[in-house]
């Protein structure tokens, strides 16, 4: 097994590029990236066919350790590059990391039209619950009651579910991890790349830094201590009461169906507009 | 053009340009509906997928703009067209562009503002906006059109410079122009001159994406093509990657504005009407120059010696061209559809003795010809 990480990061992670990372000791960041990695890997994808894109924040630092076409673009906003991308050359694998505030506050409408709109592209959604790099703010995510920088007082709004949020806004593939689950959110990024539609894999993750310290889970431990006794699988949460079910979360795939792909649908629109064919296109 | 003008067609201005974005090789267009520049997405929806192209219509401006981004590394030519509420959105992520050195096309209809303002008069009042819109020093290349050809033409060029200086170019229209029909004759597209970004043809290894050559542009590697680099709205030193470093922070920035200066002549584009022997002349772009330009036959027709100094390059600001006749001339009168912006850029570069006098409108109006003259003729006198 440590032969065979070694081997993944030699292959995967940029030898140019500085390190140490910007992320905390005990980071969830490095978890995703580290199932990202060997997803890609099990899917035999080459590296030059794979595009990373990233918004603003802790997660949005990603892309640039890693050997990929990589694009760490404006505050909420990656998926709309990401669109580009794709539409631009729907032969490259376009992914796609935010985290919850840069997915779902700043990002929240780009992040909805592109469920509906269907392009083939996988959002991996980092939800800590928390403004991570700017110091703690409450993030669309941060549970009522809970404290934060700008919530002195314990938290007044409600948390988004952004997997549910996913699955409602039409996204063919929606699951959910934690990096408690490290071998489980590998599995989802696969399935998601795998499903040709668009994808969410929402991985919740740990800012004990600035979440924890806040709200009695002052280390990383505590905190995956905690999404272990709060996940529970789709299946198991099938058969339990709506009173077991209170305070928990589910894991695994809420989502997975097949829908007509933007990319597919547009090729019909050239061909009904007479368009040249791919390869005699100027 | 060919003798018997196969190409002559009745069009208006948002018709010209999405010809000439064609013909300029542009192949992807995202964008978001908004009055007077709704036309330019509704004719590429039906002409993109015709030339093999993409287009879509995205959630809003913000997402338009960075599409077109997107894309653009992707290897494909890119643009998006607005209006001045939507342009106001594209800051964000042309400044993005501005600092990761992606070329791509920005169009924006100018119609009276602020805010919603005035939907749907002409105007101009988003001349500074366009060199100064988004955050943080930055170059931009902006264009103006005032004709239908022009829109056609400027646009063509809007591309090559920007492909050529890795640098979003802004076209400012407006609604007259946008929405006036003229038979123009559209060259073919093979008699076109179209510049093509360089792409690195070293092996990958050796590619280093920010480096820049002697002319400061650095050769451009799409998405997909074996150079994996990194891209980022972060100042970042040559490989790409995030930078704190003083010395690389000022050697990046210094280039970015370099690349520009250095192609000042290329750039930077006039007309000029009756200059020769002009003891007086009319500075104006847009719309407004076709009334100045109007005005100022007039005023020769009455003897008096005018002359019209069109605008093509508003920014960066044509200084080497505006100010020979800013010491040709005794007067300038610079007639602008808003409160008085390049008669700014006009005050700033002047040294000489010449008087710099304004005429604004900014009540929806086009401004005319007939309300010209008076000011020509006093100037004159």
Redesign the interface.
């Known amino acids: 097994m440590a032969k065979e990480v070694t081997k993944l990061v030699h292959e995967y992670l940029r030898h ?3 390190f140490p990372h910007v992320w905390c000791p005990g980071c969830g960041n490095g978890i995703v990236l580290g199932a990202l990695i060997r997803a890609i890997d099990r899917l035999g994808l080459e ?3 794979i ?1 990373l ?1 990233s918004g603003i924040g802790c997660s949005g630092r990603m ?2 350790y890693a ?8 505050h909420g ?13 729907p ?2 694998t376009v992914i796609t990391v935010m985290g919850d505030g840069d997915a779902t506050a700043i990002g929240g ?2 992040f909805i ?1 592109a469920a509906r709109r269907n392009l083939d592209l996988t959002a991996i959604i980092i939800n800590n619950q928390i403004y991570g790099m700017t110091g703690g703010q409450f993030s669309p995510t941060t549970p009522y009651g809970s404290h934060a920088s700008t919530a002195r007082y314990g938290h007044i709004e409600h948390a988004f579910s952004i997997s549910e949020l996913a699955v409602t806004a039409g996204a063919s593939f929606v699951a959910r991890a934690t990096v408690y689950h490290a071998t489980l959110i590998e599995d989802m990024i696969k399935k998601s790349i795998e499903n040709g539609g668009f994808g969410v894999v929402e991985v919740i993750s740990n800012c004990h830094t600035e979440y924890g310290r806040r709200n009695n889970m002052a280390d990383p431990v505590t905190m995956l201590q905690w999404m272990k006794e709060h996940a529970v699988t789709v299946e198991k949460a099938g058969k339990m009461s709506p009173e077991e079910l209170a305070g928990k979360f589910t894991v695994g795939v809420l989502a997975d169906v097949k829908k007509p792909v933007y990319t597919e649908e ?1 090729e019909k ?2 061909k ?5 064919k ?1 390869g ?3 | 053009m060919s003798g018997n003008l196969p190409n002559r067609r009745l069009i208006q201005g948002n018709e010209a340009i999405v010809e000439g974005a064609l013909a300029a090789g542009c192949r992807f267009f995202a964008g978001y509906p908004i009055t007077p520049a709704s036309e330019i997405s509704e004719i590429l929806s039906a002409r993109m997928p015709e030339v093999g192209g993409t287009f879509i219509q995205m959630e809003d401006e913000i997402a338009s703009m960075g599409a077109i981004i997107g894309a653009s590394l992707a290897g494909t030519k890119s643009m998006t067209a607005t209006s001045g509420p939507g342009f106001s959105l594209m800051q964000e992520n042309l400044g993005f562009a501005c600092i990761a050195e992606v070329p791509c096309v920005v169009v924006n209809v100018m119609r009276g503002g602020p805010s919603t303002g005035l939907p749907t008069s002409p105007a101009q009042g988003d001349v500074m906006q366009a060199r100064w819109g988004t955050h943080g020093d930055h170059p931009i290349i902006v264009l103006a059109v005032s004709t239908v050809l022009d829109s056609f033409e400027i646009t063509v060029r809007a591309f090559n410079l920007s492909e050529k200086y890795r640098v979003p170019v802004i076209i400012l229209s407006d609604e007259v122009v946008a929405h006036t029909r003229e038979t123009v004759s559209l060259p073919a597209w093979e008699d076109l001159e179209v510049t093509d970004r360089i792409s690195p043809d070293t092996p990958p290894e050796w590619y280093v994406p920010y480096e820049g050559s002697s002319s400061g542009v650095p050769d451009m590697a799409a998405f997909g093509k074996g150079y994996r680099y990194h891209v980022t709205g972060l100042v970042h030193d040559v490989r790409g990657f995030p930078t704190q470093r003083p010395e690389e922070i000022e050697a990046f920035t210094s280039r970015l504005f370099r690349k520009i200066s250095q192609g000042f002549h290329e750039i930077q584009k006039v007309e000029t009407v009756f200059m020769e022997d002009a003891e007086t002349a009319v500075i104006a772009y847009g719309s407004v120059a076709r009334s100045a330009h109007r005005a100022v036959i007039m005023g020769r027709s009455q003897g008096l010696r005018v002359g019209l100094l069109k605008l093509v390059t508003l920014f960066p600001f044509p200084r080497r061209l505006v100010e020979p006749v800013l010491h040709q001339c005794k007067a300038v009168l610079v007639p602008e559809m808003n409160m008085g912006q390049i008669s700014r850029e006009v005050n700033r570069v002047n040294s000489s003795a010449c008087r710099v006098i304004k005429h604004n409108r900014f009540d929806g109006q086009l401004i005319t010809p007939e309300e010209l003259m008076p000011r020509i003729e006093k100037m004159t006198s």
Do not use: M
């Open positions: 140019d590029k500085k590296k030059d066919e595009v894109a892309p640039v050997d990929f076409n990589t694009l760490h673009t404006t906003r990656c998926l709309t590059f990401a669109t580009g991308v794709k539409l631009a050359n032969a490259l409408n780009h039209h547009y629109i050239r009904r507009a007479g368009a040249p791919a005699e296109r100027a």
